[in-house]
């Protein structure tokens, strides 16, 4: 007898084996074919009323007044349909009897334009149709594509290539018109049903302590990779060319009606140093006068807490005699002999250099210094500055001990610290790192004292290309040449404020009830320019500033360029760690410019006008939040690099010491995008949630990309009008990344199609019968987003199971 007869099927006479895992497979993707062949049935329905929609058109040509009548009709409708469906506290749709038999022939959803309309109040709409958003219809279906999407605005392509933000075709982005939506794209145009949920908020985030496997600890934390550069997230002027004029330009809330300082903010207390506040100056801050540094003469400090001044009694250098001999010598003295020598060119001046860091001589590179002088600027120009800049930032720098009388503290890891200087200490500082003055500074071996800080000297910025003249560093000499002439011409007397913070509790995003906030999202506009006012996010790397000293030329680089007394946060702010940020309050911006990276140029002065606090500094507020670097789509959506995102931003937008009433909105934009592999939709989300909980509105400019902001306010807009939390968005991106995210390339779902989608069969799921009985007895108070079929309850494994594997999974990703 045969031994392969044992194993085959008496009926088919295939292998047992292999037909019960055909079965298997079968079985486990019904869901999947289930929901494949109701997105053809729902294909097939939208390209008839495509089709019917056109054959109408040519009979009839609606004129613009009866349209705009109509829309007026329909938004009516929806309100007073959402006004009802409040009334009967139905958690589902519109009841049957709300049903739009009724509605005028050719009778289309809100138009997508209704931008720049009306500059009512927002709180005097409804919820579910908030002045300058778009309105679901009363039955709870998002509308079809029909020819009223694209009624004013004309229909591309299904293969037009979006436009990255850096300028550049992205084939990694295709993406749709709107006339093309179906349910296999997912978008908010599909005929989708969407339910409303009875969502209890509450008005504080829920706070516990993080676990000690947590992926945000900073124990088991991995670090983010050092990138020379920061993500290219600035606007390209090529872009906002390339934007049809014929799309909206913003969405959402007006801009004008988000909080702003100084009119939102409450009363500062009086200015004092204490255990967590060094202020480097007396406290009396009189306009139009400088503050008096504190203490009156210099205290020299020298250990590994405070920064190692260059005037400091303990900085040493060795010299050598005329006769051979090497003697140590105060390496001050030799600063003040070099500098004051006779220093006419580009040469001269480095000769004086590497007087005191002689050590260097082989190594340093200074060509990009000469063809800076020599070939980039004019001779006029570049006399000027030896003839009267120069000189008088060498009289700045050799002031140090008389101007900053006290050693500024390290920001470390993990501290909880604010140092206040006044604009000429800062000034002075920054002078000493042209010069490159610094002890200590230079050396970045991983044993070296100051390897997890950034560079403060400036001479890689002296650097030079292979043809001599490095462009990009011409520039930026360019700009930073121009704000040292500025300061030395007229000094300012204003003041700033670097703090580094971190909160020791981190919300627990399942669990948190808070509704998303008010959004204004726009495809025009830069956060510094249209977000004066806001907390103006700085897409940073990890070591602060970036390569703004080196190479890098993107948006953390450029901002620090234009408002220099921001490099100076370089001189004491170690690495960031994933709970930690970096607040600078009170940079004066100096320089206009226009391009991006490559075309970046100095485009001449800027007055900087903003208003001044109490405190005598601007009110410009700037956070520094590092984003993780991804190389593929489905990473970024593992449980463990979305908290540590979220954390990152909760960080930057939390202020536990003031009301919600006094915080103004957040300006922001594609956030770890660009060079970090982001992708912009999820990071936008990510950054709705945080500000959510923050309590604070949210003002998103994506820097000429009319698709993706058209994309995040429609997905703001259905989490709104299905009263989605923070909790539940949370929850369907883990049901995302267990369910469509296991592969290491983009799946072919992504998060925003999903999230629509998994409603639209939650909301077919409930109109079986019984269906209403089941999820009412798996809901246990959880809100309706963990009980849609396919989410699994995050209190499986009361071990600590499931947060041990986020975890591992987060550092297993972790570049």
Not at 131 to 145: E, F, K, T, Y
Not at 173 to 197: A, F, N, T
Not at 355 to 364: M, V
Not at 797 to 809: C, H, P, Q, V, W
Request: net charge negative; glycine share 6%; charged share 25%.
């Amino acid at each position: 007898m045969s031994t392969g007869n044992c194993h085959r099927d008496s009926e088919t006479g295939e292998p047992a084996k292999k037909r019960f895992r055909q079965t298997s497979i079968l079985d486990s993707f019904s869901f999947r074919r289930k929901l494949s062949k109701r997105a053809e049935e729902a294909q097939s329905r939208v390209e008839e009323a495509i089709l019917s929609d056109l054959a109408n058109e040519k009979k009839e040509e609606m004129s613009d007044n009866r349209g705009e009548e109509m829309s007026q009709q329909m938004r009516e409708r929806a309100a007073e349909a959402a006004e009802r469906r409040r009334s009967a506290k139905s958690p589902w749709s519109t009841p049957p009897h709300e049903s739009h038999d009724d509605q005028p022939a050719n009778q289309g959803p809100a138009s997508h334009h209704r931008h720049h309309k009306s500059h009512d109040s927002p709180s005097s709409h409804p919820s579910s149709s908030r002045h300058g958003r778009h309105r679901l219809s009363p039955s709870g279906v998002v509308p079809r594509a029909s020819k009223y999407v694209d009624e004013e605005k004309p229909s591309t392509s299904r293969d037009t290539l979006s436009t990255s933000h850096h300028g550049r075709r992205d084939h990694k982005h295709k993406r749709r018109s709107r006339s093309d939506s179906s349910p296999e794209y997912g978008g908010p145009d599909s005929p989708l049903v969407i339910p409303d949920s009875p969502t209890v908020i509450p008005e504080s985030p829920v706070l516990s302590e993080p676990p000690t496997d947590s992926p945000a600890s900073p124990s088991n934390q991995s670090d983010t990779l050092v990138y020379e550069d920061s993500e290219p997230v600035f606007s390209n002027s090529d872009v906002l060319s390339q934007r049809d004029p014929s799309q909206p330009s913003w969405f959402g809330t007006p801009i004008s009606a988000l909080n702003r300082t100084p009119a939102c903010s409450s009363p500062l207390p009086s200015l004092k140093p204490d255990s967590q506040h060094t202020v480097l100056f007396r406290p009396h801050v009189r306009p139009g006068d400088p503050p008096r540094p504190f203490p009156d003469k210099y205290r020299d400090v020298w250990d590994d807490a405070h920064v190692r001044m260059p005037c400091s009694d303990e900085n040493l250098y060795p010299v050598q005699d005329q006769d051979g001999s090497k003697t140590v010598k105060s390496r001050w003295e030799v600063v003040q002999s070099a500098l004051l020598g006779n220093i006419q060119n580009s040469l001269d001046l480095e000769e004086a250099i590497l007087t005191y860091n002689s050590r260097y001589a082989n190594r340093w590179d200074f060509r990009g210094l000469h063809s800076f002088f020599t070939e980039y600027l004019d001779d006029d120009e570049a006399r000027g500055f030896f003839k009267v800049t120069l000189p008088a930032m060498v009289k700045l720098a050799l002031r140090l001990p008389e101007i900053v009388t006290q050693s500024p503290p390290l920001l470390k890891k993990q501290m909880r610290h604010s140092i206040t200087l006044s604009q000429l200490q800062v000034a002075s500082l920054l002078s000493n790192a042209f010069f490159c003055t610094f002890p200590r500074r230079n050396a970045y071996q991983r044993n070296s004292e100051y390897s997890s800080f950034p560079s403060i000297n400036f001479n890689d910025l002296f650097k030079g290309g292979k043809h001599g003249v490095d462009r990009r560093r011409a520039e930026k000499l360019k700009t930073l040449v121009h704000y040292f002439k500025r300061v030395t011409a007229r000094m300012p007397c204003g003041t700033l404020t670097f703090r580094r913070q971190s909160f020791p509790k981190m919300p627990v995003w399942k669990t948190c009830k808070d509704p998303l906030t008010r959004l204004h999202v726009s495809a025009e506009g830069m956060i510094e320019e249209d977000g004066t006012g806001m907390l103006q996010v700085d897409f940073a790397n990890k070591v602060i500033g970036g390569g703004v000293l080196g190479f890098g030329l993107v948006q953390e680089e450029i901002r620090f360029l234009i408002c220099p007394e921001m490099i100076l946060s370089r001189l004491f702010t170690e690495t960031l760690e994933a709970d930690e940020c970096l607040v600078i309050i009170g940079a004066e911006q100096y320089s206009c410019y226009k391009g991006y990276s490559d075309t970046y140029k100095w485009a001449g002065d800027y007055q900087d006008q903003t208003t001044r606090d109490t405190w005598g500094r601007r009110c410009t507020e700037v956070v520094a939040i590092d984003a993780l670097k991804y190389r593929t789509y489905t990473e970024q959506c593992n449980p463990g690099m979305v908290k540590r995102e979220l954390d990152k931003a909760f960080c930057g937008f939390y202020r536990s010491d003031v009301l919600p009433s006094n915080l103004s909105a957040i300006a922001t934009g594609n956030w770890g995008c660009g060079a970090f592999g982001g992708d912009s939709r999820i990071k936008g989300l990510i950054q709705m949630m945080s500000s959510a909980v923050a309590k604070r509105d949210l003002a998103y400019f994506t820097f000429g990309d009319a698709q993706l902001a058209e994309d995040l306010y429609k997905m703001h807009e259905f989490a709104e009008a299905n009263s989605l939390s923070v909790g539940d968005l949370w929850n369907v991106i883990q049901s995302y990344h267990r369910t469509c995210a296991k592969t290491s390339r983009k799946p072919a779902v992504e998060l925003f199609s999903y999230i629509y989608q998994m409603y639209s069969d939650f909301q077919d799921s409930t109109d079986e019968e019984g269906a209403g009985q089941d999820w009412e007895e798996g809901a246990e108070g959880k809100g309706h987003g963990s009980q849609i079929k396919g989410w699994e309850s995050d209190e499986e494994g009361a071990d600590g199971t499931t947060e041990r594997k986020e975890s591992l999974d987060y550092k297993a990703m972790t570049p």
